[in-house]
Structures are given as C-alpha cells and as structure tokens.
C-alpha cells in the first residue's frame, strides 16, 4: 500500500542555519503532497501542500517541489527560527483520495 | 467556535472501562477521520467515514468502534480500554472532491488509560 518515509530525528540546528528534512513515498498514480506542522501541545496544521509532479509548495519560509522521478517532496528552510521548533509530518493522499498517510514526524530543535 | 471541535480534550481512564470521545465539525464536509498519534509513529488512521451510511476500518481499527450519528457528529469508542490504548487522538474532516484536498482538525484528545 501506499506510504511515507521521512528522516528520522531530532534534528537538532542553530539559529539562522539552513533545514533539510527529506521525505519519499511509495504510491500509485500521482499522489497530492502535505507538510504539516505541530508545535509543542497542539494540533496538526498544514503548512505547505503539491498536486501535482514539479509543483513546489511555499509558506512561511518553508519550500517542497514534487519531484515524481525520485518519489520525493523534501522540506527546506533557508534559516531556521528558534519558532520553528515543532515536529514535522510528511503526508499524501493517494488519487482515489481516501485519507492522508503520514511519515512519522521529524522533531525539530533550533537553539539560539 | 472551533472548525472542528473534540471533545474531552483530556481524561485519564481506568483498564477494562468504555469511554467514548466525541467530534463534532461545523465545515459542512462529509468525510470524517480518527487518528491515533504515538511518540516516533507518527499519526495512524484508525476509522473513517465518507458519509452518514459509510463506514471504514483503517490500519489500527482493532479495539475501537465509531458511531456517525450525523454528518456533523462521528464519535469513537473504546469498549475496553488498555493501557497501550494511551495516546493522542485526533478527528478530522475534509473535502477531497477535488485538489488541494483540504483537510481539518481538531485540536486533540489526550487519553491515558491506566
């Protein structure tokens, strides 16, 4: 069945350094793309998405690019913010849309 | 008010005890979720229901059963609680009828079972 793989953590970075989280899939067809974002005691929120191969999804700094050819939607931040220090979920939905499958979150520590 | 709305937001429950955690959605969607999430398991779907006459298993539906009693309401039960059973559970409603596939959630439910 389908389903997420993304980097295990902590990662752990200063302040103002460069964020990589890597994320692959295994699905049929042309799954739609998620990252979504939880910070400490609360609930998941969608932080950038794709539809569709080559699309690259953007919010708050953070950027992803469909990659089809290597099955990847890696996460990438130029400079990190203490703020960011949250967990990270890698998630899609396959082409019959029937629910999102999540990676099992990357934990992501940025200090001062 | 909240989009999606759980409720408790905690309990503590005792081993062998039936406890029900309860959703309510004001997003007028018709596909509703469970989710469980464990430390380093990331979220798991455990029901989901595409309207009112549909019901679905998801990857961990043992041990659980849910009840939608409205396309506002989809609640999840545990006929008897285990201690693995501990964790935090999510409920969540979306419109997939076409891309971007908006997805909602509620704010959670921590429940441990003792």
């Known amino acids: ?112 | 008010d909240a989009d999606v709305t759980q409720t408790p937001r905690n309990r503590i429950t005792k081993t062998g005890k039936r406890i029900m955690l309860e959703c309510s959605q004001t997003k007028g969607h018709d596909r509703m979720y469970w989710y469980r999430q464990d430390p380093g398991l990331g979220l798991r779907l455990i029901y989901y229901s595409f309207d009112v006459k549909d019901i679905n298993k998801g990857e961990i539906s043992d041990g659980y059963s849910v009840s939608r009693q409205a396309q506002a309401k989809f609640s999840l039960s545990l006929e008897s609680a285990i201690p693995n059973q501990t964790a935090l559970y999510f409920c969540a409603t979306s419109d997939l009828s076409r891309p971007p596939y908006g997805y909602t959630f509620g704010s959670g439910t921590r429940l441990t079972v003792v």
């Open chain 1, 1 to 112: 069945g389908d389903s997420v793989t993304q980097m295990e953590g902590p990662v752990t970075l200063s302040e103002e350094a460069f964020l990589t989280i890597n994320c692959t899939y295994t699905a049929t067809g042309y799954p739609s793309l998620f990252w979504y974002v939880q910070y400490p005691g609360e609930g998941l929120q969608l932080l950038l998405k794709a539809t569709k191969a080559d699309d690259k999804g953007s919010n708050k700094g953070f950027e992803a690019t469909y990659r089809k050819e290597t099955t990847s939607f890696h996460l990438e931040k130029g400079s990190v913010q203490v703020s960011d220090s949250a967990v990270y979920f890698c998630a899609l939905v396959d082409q019959a849309g029937t629910a999102l499958i999540f990676g099992k979150g990357t934990t992501l520590s940025v200090s001062s």
